[in-house]
C-alpha cells in the first residue's frame, strides 16, 4: 500500500492548502460534537439532581468559562449551548462536505488525465506487452479504486478526530475505564486486521481475475469471425463459463471472508462491552450519571471507531486492486522515447541507415542485424521479402516506433533522436497493411493527423485514394460512422480511408506498408497511377510482397532473415537470378 500512496502523493500535494483547511473544517466540527458531547453530563446531572446541579464543579467551569457573553447559569442557557453546539457541528460537516468534493472531482480528472497522458506516451513495447483489457483497467478500474479510497479516506480523516475528541472527553470522565476501553479496543483491532490482511490476497487475486475476462472478452469480440467459421463457439462458451465459474468463486471468497470479518468484529465488540460494563460496575464503582454519560460519549465513539476499522479494511480491498497505476504514476514506471530538440521542417538530403541492427524486447533473435542503407530525396525505394525478413521492423525504424539496438539512423546528417517529435512527424506518414479506422465519421478518420485542412484538400485527397465514388454511396456521406476498427467498410475501403488520410497530411517522405495489398486488381493499379504522379516530388519507402506494385521503383531491396540480400533496379535483380529472381519466378507460376 506505500507503494500506492507514494505514487498518488504528488497529486494530492498540488491540493495542500485546501486539504489544510479541510483538515480545520474536521477538527472544528470535533471539538463542536466534543463540546455538545461534554454538555450532556452536567444535563444528566440535573435530571438526577434537579438544580442542585448547578453547584456541580463541570457545570461551574462550563458557566465560568462563558460568563463573558453574559449567560447567567440555567438549565435554559445549557440546552441553548448544546443546541449551538449541535447546529455548529452540522454546518462545520456540512462545509466540509462541499470542500472534500472541491478535492476530490479536480483530484480524479488529474489523475485519469495523467495516466493517460503517460500511457499516450510511451514506448511502443508497453502496448505490444499488455493487453486492452489492462489498459481498460488502469484508466477505469485502477482509477476508480484510487477515487473510492480518497472518499474513504476523508471520512476516515473526519471519524478518527471526532474519535479522538471522544476520547479526550472519556479521559475526563474516567482515565480507568479509558485504559480499560482502549485494551479491549485494541483485541478487537487484532481481529480485524487478521480478516484486512487475508481481504488484501482475495482483493489481487480479483483484479487479476477481472483483466483475464476482459481480455478474454476482447479477444472474442475481435475474433468473432474466426470463431464462427471454425465452429468453435461451444468450445468459446466452456471457456468462458470456466473463466466467469473462477472470478465468482474469488467474489464469493472476497464477499465471505468480508461477511466474516464483520460478524467476528461484531461478536468481539458485544463480548467486549459486556466485560466492561461488567468492570465498570463491581471494580471502578463509578457514579451512575458519570458511567451513563462515559456510556453515552462511548456509544457515539463506537461507530466513528468501527468506521475507521471498516475503512480501512475498504481502503485495504481497494488499494489491492490497483496493479498498474502506480507504475505508470512513478517516473521510471513505463518505456519512452525521449526526442530532441533540433528543429527540421523540411527534407532536404538523404536517410541514413548506418549498420542498424534491432532485437524486439521478447525476441530471442534480432529482426534486423548489419543494415546499411540510403535513401535520396525524392527517391522511391522498394522493400521486398518473404514474411518476417525484416521489411516493416525496417519501417518502423523510420518511423521511430523503436530505436536500432545498435547503429545509427540519420535524416540529412542528423541522428533521428536528436530531431523535436512534432518536426519528423510532420515529414513522414505511413499507410500500413492493417488500416486502422477509428469508430468517428469519415470525414475525421481521413483529417486525422491533418484537422485543419480544407474541404478542397480532403476531397482531393479522397480522389488521390480513388475513395470518392464509394464514399458519396455512404448513408451519410463523409459524415457517416464508420463504426469499431471501421467494420462497416470493407477491407479494400479501409485502405483506401487510410491513404486519403496519408496523402491528406502531404509529407515529403511516405512509407506504403503493403498498402494496395486488400485492393482489386483495378483499383491498385489505379491507386498506383496517383501513388507514381505523388512520387515526383516524394521520397518514397514502398514495402510489397508484390512484384506489380515494386517494379518501377528506382532501386529495390530484397530482405532476408533480417539482412538486406541484394540491391538494385528491377532488370538488374532479374540478370542475377538470386533470390529476387527466385521469388519474381514464384509469383508468375
Not at 497493411?433 to 477509428?438: E, G, L, V
Amino acid at each position: 500500500m506505500t507503494e500506492q500512496i507514494r505514487s498518488l502523493w504528488p497529486f494530492l500535494r498540488r491540493y495542500r492548502l485546501s486539504l489544510a483547511g479541510l483538515a480545520a473544517l474536521l477538527f472544528a466540527a470535533s471539538l463542536c460534537e466534543g463540546a455538545g458531547m461534554g454538555l450532556f453530563f452536567p444535563l444528566l446531572a440535573y435530571l438526577q439532581q434537579g438544580d442542585a446541579f448547578l453547584s456541580g464543579r463541570t457545570t461551574q467551569a462550563f458557566f465560568a468559562a462563558i460568563s463573558g457573553l453574559g449567560v447567567k447559569p440555567s438549565i435554559g442557557a445549557l440546552i441553548g449551548c448544546i443546541f449551538l453546539a449541535i447546529t455548529m457541528t452540522l454546518l462545520l460537516k456540512w462545509a466540509s462536505k462541499i470542500l472534500s468534493a472541491r478535492i476530490y472531482n479536480p483530484f480524479v480528472q488529474d489523475l485519469r488525465e495523467e495516466a493517460f497522458r503517460r500511457i499516450i506516451g510511451s514506448h511502443l513495447s508497453y502496448f505490444h506487452a499488455g493487453s486492452s483489457a489492462q489498459l481498460t483497467q488502469t484508466l477505469e478500474q485502477d482509477v476508480d479504486n484510487v477515487c473510492q479510497s480518497l472518499a474513504i479516506a476523508f471520512d476516515l480523516a473526519a471519524g478518527a478526530l471526532s474519535a479522538a475528541v471522544y476520547t479526550v472527553l472519556i479521559c475526563i470522565l474516567s482515565w480507568k475505564l479509558t485504559l480499560v476501553t482502549v485494551i479491549l479496543a485494541g483485541l478487537r483491532y487484532a481481529v480485524t486486521g487478521f480478516f484486512m490482511r487475508e481481504m488484501l490476497r482475495l482483493g489481487g487475486e480479483n483484479t487479476a481475475l477481472r483483466t483475464e475476462l476482459k481480455s478474454y472478452l476482447i479477444a472474442v469480440h475481435q475474433g468473432i469471425d474466426v470463431i464462427k467459421t471454425c465452429g468453435m463457439e461451444d468450445r468459446e462458451d466452456r471457456n468462458f463459463r470456466g473463466l466467469a465459474s473462477r472470478t465468482t468463486k474469488n467474489a464469493n471468497a472476497l464477499q465471505d471472508m468480508s461477511a466474516n470479518g464483520s460478524f467476528s468484529e461484531g461478536l468481539v465488540g458485544d463480548g467486549l462491552f459486556c466485560l466492561f460494563i461488567y468492570a465498570a460496575i463491581s471494580h471502578f464503582h463509578v457514579s451512575g450519571a458519570r458511567l451513563l454519560t462515559f456510556l453515552v460519549v462511548v456509544s457515539r465513539m463506537i461507530p466513528r471507531v468501527t468506521a475507521i476499522n471498516n475503512g480501512r479494511i475498504r481502503v485495504a480491498e481497494y488499494f489491492s486492486k490497483i496493479t498498474e497505476l502506480p507504475r505508470i504514476l512513478s517516473l521510471s514506471g513505463l518505456p519512452t522515447l525521449s526526442w530532441g530538440q533540433v528543429r527540421k521542417t523540411e527534407f532536404t538530403s538523404r536517410i541514413v541507415f548506418s549498420d542498424v541492427a534491432f532485437r524486439y524486447p521478447t525476441a530471442a533473435e534480432p529482426a534486423l542485424q548489419g543494415i546499411d542503407l540510403t535513401l535520396a530525396k525524392n527517391e522511391t525505394l522498394a522493400v521486398i521479402g518473404a514474411s518476417g525478413s525484416g521489411k516493416t521492423t525496417l519501417a518502423r525504424l523510420l518511423l521511430r516506433l523503436f530505436d536500432p539496438t545498435s547503429g545509427t539512423i540519420t535524416i540529412d546528417g542528423v541522428p533521428l533522436p536528436q530531431l523535436r517529435q512534432a518536426d519528423w512527424t510532420r515529414l513522414v506518414a505511413v499507410v500500413s497493411q492493417d488500416a486502422f479506422i477509428f469508430d468517428d465519421t469519415l470525414e475525421n478518420n481521413v483529417k486525422y493527423g491533418a484537422p485543419a485542412s480544407s474541404r478542397e484538400e480532403f476531397h482531393r485527397a479522397l480522389r488521390q485514394a480513388h475513395a470518392e465514388d464509394f464514399v458519396m454511396a455512404l448513408p451519410d456521406r463523409e459524415q457517416t460512422r464508420l463504426g469499431e476498427r471501421g467494420v462497416l467498410l470493407s477491407g479494400g475501403q479501409r485502405q483506401r480511408i487510410a491513404m486519403a488520410r496519408a496523402f491528406l497530411r502531404d509529407a515529403p517522405i511516405l512509407i506504403l506498408d503493403e498498402a494496395t495489398s486488400a485492393l482489386d486488381a483495378a483499383t491498385e493499379k489505379l491507386i498506383q497511377d496517383s501513388i507514381a504522379k505523388l512520387a515526383a516530388d516524394r521520397t518514397m519507402v514502398v514495402i510489397a510482397h508484390r512484384f506489380t506494385t515494386i517494379r518501377n521503383a528506382r532501386r529495390i531491396v530484397v530482405m532476408e532473415d533480417g539482412r538486406i540480400a541484394e540491391t538494385g533496379t528491377h532488370e538488374e535483380l532479374m540478370g542475377r537470378d538470386r533470390s529476387y529472381s527466385r521469388f519474381h519466378h514464384l509469383q508468375v507460376i
